[in-house]
């Protein structure tokens, strides 16, 4: 029976990379790039061959493993595994590089800043420090080769394997047999009668400054190199002075080198290197102290090399939110790091975070996301967005602050292409139509007709056929201005999405009856938006073959192409963090006379809610009411022309809850109301109606004119004198004691109070059959004179 011995090196769980060797510390020992065979983690294998009549350097090698193995520290190589046997030696540690190497790259890229060699430097010392006055060790290597640099930017420290013990118990120095190390030793080595007066930190700190001239001069040609600090800053000048000075006595301990060095002024006195040393203690930093670091370190990010910001500061960030309390003042830096990251790295550390800060019930946090969706939108995927995200999001629809429920609205424009049929055209639709008709907040109002514009194309051809022309006509009897100027701009940016019965019937006499709207801003974008809708009827007039051609976008299936106006909306939603439809008010301050005899929320329930223009309505009728699906009639029907109030009828299910009462002016400004422009658009009857469109787009977004109010400024609910003379101003008062038979507060009301009250109806109707079921069993068992079930009582 023949036994095979097993190959240890074969079983050992890492192995080397086929890439060639990186090199290594002086001596017998090489660098090799490796991995863990279990899970492919990249690791650094250093492996030494023993060679015959080599015993000396073996055990300077079996040394060095030991030594490596034991001492841990941040600053020190960390060890991770080993194997020994009779032909090789193999340490591995963490993935290093060699510090020329890094030099050298970083040199290619621009090299290394200033404040990047000061940090590594003060690791080095630190590391020594921790040596020499905690271990009593000399490290008896310190030299550019036994300097090593992990995937973050931190230098430790390796080549042990000459270190001896400072206390002489443990023998003298071994000896180096390498020639390229003896430029490294202090001239007091070189007396042979061995009197000259040291410290046991006096040889190490001479090599340090050897250390120091070869980072910012390259290697050292000699040791009388070390006079001409060449490069080294002015700052360290002095210090390394007292490095390679000729008494040994004088060379200061690390410890008081670095206190030195960090002095106000010096050389290690910057805000990396301070940031990195609030980094290593930050678990025992106080909650506001960690607080304030946070708020700060986003603006020192751009000044700091990319991988200490993705291997040194993510963690760090990622664990104050996931153990810490260190709440949405992470975003901000967290996101800021993010930009650096590769798509899949972000996916793998920073999407599992923000999937459990959507959850949080932190209100800062929750409008800081919303705030910043734009920044990490493109790295969710669709069943993230529509499982973990979306359920958490539409909760801020019904939260009491204004504005959450503003930053809400807008995160729709980015989660809108991401979400399924269900969330979009049912759940969201929901929500949308409760903020139209209930919402106490102008602005919001506002911001939900834009919205709902800039996401029409991604609705399905059904729903959008019973929403769009619905919620603008809603929009258009608004009492807040600007809300009516959005409901005339939505049907401008979506109009290649109705067909021609539709803007004959429906759309053109809501646009007719804001011509003598009391606001000009009303009256010029109707004109506009009447003449584009009446280009677009006589071209189809005189050339009936472009019918085709024009409605081939109604049936058409979501997709974000669709809607060429729809596009040029996108400005607000991704821009600024505050309300645009204050901004829109500050544009344009005679909108508030728009509301001089209306509250600025929609009619209290029970009355109807006022009409923008006295002028003839379209008739309503009952038969369309309570029900989306508009039937093609004959364009002379008036059942069409109710076709306004189906936003409002139809039952999108009960709210769990609703919003407090909160004043307007909760509201602040900010984002602008970029429709697809402002200017003339008078469109010929040969001239095709996409003329007047692209016109619209290609003229500028309201400004902001000289002298304009605030709209904490803004007379929300009150009387306002117009001082402008407006023609138009005897008509902003608005009938409200003898409500229009198609009042659009009224048929919302009316179709609530219907239905509560056939629901109150039926759960009467529902206990009192339950009553009488429940008297006639009684009576049934009275009656009973059959034998009682054990342990049943008898009740006669």
């Not at 290093?96 to 800043?113: C, D, R, S």
């Not at 907040?441 to 619905?470: D, M």
């Not at 409002?648 to 919003?659: A, I, K, R, T």
């Amino acid at each position: 029976m023949w036994f095979f011995a097993r190959d240890p090196v074969r079983d050992f769980p890492f192995e080397l990379s086929p890439e060639p060797p990186e090199g290594g510390p002086p001596g017998p020992w090489v660098l090799h790039r490796g991995r863990k065979k279990a899970t492919g983690s990249p690791v650094s294998i250093f492996v030494y061959d023993v060679k015959p009549g080599s015993e000396e350097q073996t055990q300077v090698a079996r040394a060095a493993f030991k030594r490596l193995k034991t001492l841990r520290h941040p600053n020190i190589l960390a060890y991770i595994d080993g194997l020994e046997t009779e032909k090789c030696f193999h340490v591995v540690t963490e993935p290093v590089t060699p510090l020329a190497t890094h030099l050298k790259a970083g040199a290619e890229a621009g090299g290394p800043k200033e404040p990047e060699l000061s940090w590594g430097l003060h690791q080095i010392v630190k590391a020594l420090s921790f040596l020499v006055n905690d271990c009593s060790l000399i490290h008896n290597n310190v030299c550019m080769a036994a300097v090593f640099v992990d995937r973050a930017g931190e230098w430790k420290l390796g080549g042990l394997d000459y270190m001896y013990s400072a206390q002489g118990d443990g023998g003298g120095p071994p000896r180096k047999g390498v020639p390229e190390l003896e430029q490294y030793d202090p001239p007091e080595l070189a007396d042979p009668s061995g009197r000259v007066a040291t410290e046991k930190w006096s040889a190490d700190m001479w090599r340090l400054g050897c250390l120091i001239w070869e980072v910012f001069n390259g290697p050292l040609p000699r040791a009388a190199a070390l006079r001409n600090p060449g490069k080294i800053p002015k700052s360290l000048v002095p210090h390394y002075c007292e490095l390679v000075g000729a008494n040994p006595k004088l060379r200061p301990n690390p410890a008081r080198f670095l206190q030195n060095c960090r002095a106000p002024g010096g050389f290690m006195d910057n805000r990396f290197v301070e940031t990195n040393l609030f980094l290593e203690e930050i678990q025992i930093k106080e909650p506001a102290e960690k607080h304030k670091f946070f708020q700060e370190l986003s603006q020192s990010l751009d000044a700091f090399p990319e991988a200490f910001c993705r291997h040194r500061v993510l963690p760090q960030l990622l664990t104050a939110f996931e153990f810490g309390s260190a709440g949405a003042v992470v975003l901000t830096p967290l996101f800021k790091v993010g930009e650096r990251l590769k798509a899949e790295e972000y996916r793998q550390q920073i999407v599992p975070v923000l999937v459990k800060m959507f959850s949080s019930p932190d209100r800062a946090m929750r409008i800081r996301l919303l705030q910043q969706m734009e920044q990490f939108i493109q790295y969710l995927d669709e069943a993230t967005v529509n499982t973990q995200i979306f359920p958490h999001v539409v909760h801020g629809f019904l939260d009491t602050n204004p504005a959450i429920r503003e930053q809400t609205v807008k995160s729709m424009l980015l989660l809108a292409p991401k979400l399924t049929e269900s969330n979009l055209n049912v759940e969201l639709m929901k929500h949308f139509a409760r903020l139209q008709a209930k919402d106490e907040q102008g602005p919001i109002r506002c911001n939900t007709t834009v919205c709902l514009g800039k996401i029409g194309s991604y609705l399905s051809a059904a729903t959008r056929h019973r929403v769009l022309t619905s919620a603008f006509s809603r929009a258009t009897k608004d009492p807040f201005a600007p809300s009516r100027v959005a409901g005339v701009l939505g049907f401008a940016a979506t109009h290649n999405l109705y067909s021609v019965n539709d803007c004959a019937h429906k759309i053109l006499p809501v646009l007719c009856g804001l011509t003598v709207d009391p606001e000009r801003s009303v009256r010029d974008q109707a004109f506009k938006a009447i003449r584009s809708f009446l280009s677009k009827l006589e071209s189809v007039s005189e050339d009936p073959s472009q019918l085709a051609e024009v409605e081939k976008d109604v049936h058409a299936a979501s997709s974000p192409g669709v809607g060429g106006a729809a596009a040029s909306w996108a400005g607000w939603a991704v821009t600024g963090v505050s309300s645009l439809t204050s901004k829109l008010i500050r544009a344009h301050p005679t909108a508030a006379s728009a509301e001089t005899s209306a509250p600025q929320g929609p009619a209290p329930e029970g009355q109807p809610s006022p009409a923008p223009t006295p002028g003839p309505a379209s008739p309503a009728s009952p038969a369309s009411s309570g029900r989306w699906e508009a039937q093609e009639e004959d364009r002379d029907t008036a059942e069409d022309g109710s076709a306004a109030d189906r936003w409002d009828d139809e039952d999108w299910g009960s709210l769990e809850q609703e919003p407090e009462t909160v004043p307007a002016q909760d509201c602040r400004s900010g984002g602008r109301v970029s429709l697809g422009g402002a200017g003339q658009a008078s469109a010929p009857a040969h001239r095709p109606p996409e003329a007047d469109w692209s016109s619209w787009e290609a003229e500028g977004s309201w400004e902001q004119p000289e002298g304009t109010r605030l709209a904490s400024e803004y007379n929300w609910g009150g009387p306002e004198a117009n001082d402008k003379g407006d023609p138009f101003a005897a008509l902003s008062a608005r009938p409200s004691a003898q409500p229009r038979p198609d009042s659009w507060g009224d048929s919302w009301e009316g179709l609530e109070a219907e239905s509560r009250q056939a629901k109150a109806e039926l759960a009467r109707k529902k206990r009192e059959e339950r009553r009488r079921e429940m008297e006639a069993r009684r009576a049934e068992k009275k009656n009973s004179k059959g034998p009682l079930k054990l342990g049943a009582r008898k009740l006669d």
